[in-house]
């Protein structure tokens, strides 16, 4: 008998440590709420540096929909697990964060809890943002507290039980979320060492272009080896690149500031938001992306810089416009393409030459087929790249064969295989994207088009 209520008390006692355990797991105090900040009370040359930092992670795409207010939130982010609504980060009183104090933004920021004390889904990237100084931090606070407050409610999320429970983010957090801010490295330039602090922070590129596990964590083990994003493939950039043409650093800095390179083609799909962004950061900053991004890409090996010279010298050469008119696919290619792919006129005025084009290079056909479809808008105010999208000019048959053609065409490698499900995939996603999104819908469903900053 005795024995059998020390057996109890040992698990009672185990019962309550791991309550108290998965408490202190869990329980975040909330901050005292403060009056809104009056815009004046900030700093400009503060606020103009916030400006500048918001661009380089991209803020107003996330918490901005089509047509809607800045920063207001309820952007739809699909993931694998349902769909998460961005927030309002206007300094509304009521349903933005304008009685948040600073010390409640940076720990949204580093630890990912809002000022409630409720642990924020790891959409809002903050495994990257620990990466960023309390000086930026407090330099995007103002930034944002200064913006135009919009009454705008949170949406509600789409998520299955037992993950619309915010306690089992803390459990992803004890997992994968690292702590440790930014520590440059002694041996490399400043210039590279700047770029590392903004691309493992703020610019949270790995968000995107580095694959996940099945917790929805980046895999460490694959940095920048490709990842997915609203139905779009981010290309690996690494030394895995399905680029025709190897990266370097200049490459790199005019695509960024540019948003298309001769070599490289046009940024499309969400890499068109981020770099529509970028084009008001100043150079020095995007070069110093540039020369850290240079490092992950590598030198090419002798036989990468043959195949990428050889690409280059077949786009440039007449040969290389002759095509089997009779091939699946070739008459489409030649009513709808080839009077702008294959024209003198050099980016952004003409198209790119295919064999240079790192949609049609990449594993699979997901970014080709959302190009055909959507097209590319042009740029507001700016001489850009632009393309009409053929989502109603063509049926799937006849954009299959376009790609499959392309394809062979273009490209030394295999043929792609479920071309067709990805165009059905791709026609979908435009569909959801239109009806999840709130705002007027007047348009297309491109995710290239958002407004600049």
Request: charged share 20%.
């Amino acid at each position: 008998m005795a024995s059998r209520r020390i057996i109890a008390s040992v698990i009672v006692i185990i019962v309550l440590a791991a309550a108290v355990a998965a408490f202190a797991v869990i329980w975040r105090p909330a901050i005292a709420a403060v009056d809104p900040p009056a815009a004046a009370s900030f700093d400009a040359a503060l606020v103009k540096r916030g400006r500048v930092l918001a661009a380089v992670g991209n803020c107003s795409d996330c918490h901005t929909v089509r047509g809607g207010q800045a920063f207001a939130g309820g952007l739809p982010v699909p993931t694998p697990f349902g769909t998460i609504y961005s927030s309002n980060i206007t300094p509304d009183a009521e349903t933005g964060i304008g009685r948040w104090p600073e010390a409640a933004f940076r720990r949204a920021m580093r630890s990912g809890v809002d000022r409630d004390g409720r642990h924020l889904y790891p959409t809002f990237p903050y495994d990257h943002f620990t990466n960023v100084s309390d000086e930026d931090d407090r330099a995007l606070y103002a930034y944002l507290m200064t913006r135009q407050p919009v009454h705008a409610q949170a949406r509600a999320n789409q998520l299955s039980f037992p993950l619309d429970q915010r306690f089992v983010i803390a459990g992803w957090k004890l997992l994968f979320l690292r702590r440790e801010t930014f520590q440059p490295d002694d041996t490399k330039s400043a210039e590279w060492n700047r770029g590392a602090y903004l691309v493992e922070g703020l610019a949270h590129c790995g968000a995107c272009h580095t694959p996940r596990n099945a917790l929805g964590a980046e895999r460490a083990s694959a940095t920048f080896a490709g990842g997915d994003v609203d139905n779009w493939h981010a290309y690996a950039i690494n030394a895995q690149s399905p680029s025709p043409v190897p990266w370097d650093a200049d490459a790199l800095f005019m695509y960024l500031r540019d948003g298309w390179h001769p070599d490289h083609g046009v940024a499309r799909g969400p890499m068109a938001q981020v770099v529509s962004n970028l084009s008001s950061v100043p150079e020095s900053e995007l070069r110093a992306i540039a020369t850290y991004m240079a490092g992950w890409f590598g030198a090419p090996t002798p036989d990468r810089k043959r195949r990428g010279d050889e690409v280059l010298t077949q786009a440039k050469s007449p040969a290389a416009q002759a095509s089997a008119t009779s091939a699946p696919g070739a008459s489409i290619y030649a009513a709808a393409c080839a009077s702008c792919h294959e024209t003198s006129r050099p980016l952004p005025y003409g198209g790119v030459n295919l064999g240079l084009s790192t949609a049609i290079s990449s594993p699979d056909a997901r970014n080709a087929a959302n190009i055909v479809l959507s097209g590319v808008r042009p740029v507001e105010g700016e001489r850009s790249p632009i393309m009409p999208g053929f989502a109603a000019s063509m049926d799937d048959g006849q954009i299959a064969a376009l790609l499959n053609y392309l394809r062979a065409r273009f490209s030394n490698q295999p043929a792609w295989t479920g071309v067709e499900k990805t165009i059905e995939d791709a026609r979908r996603t435009q569909t959801v994207f239109l009806q999840t999104s709130p705002g007027p819908h007047n348009a297309p469903a491109d995710p290239t088009q958002r407004d600049k900053p």
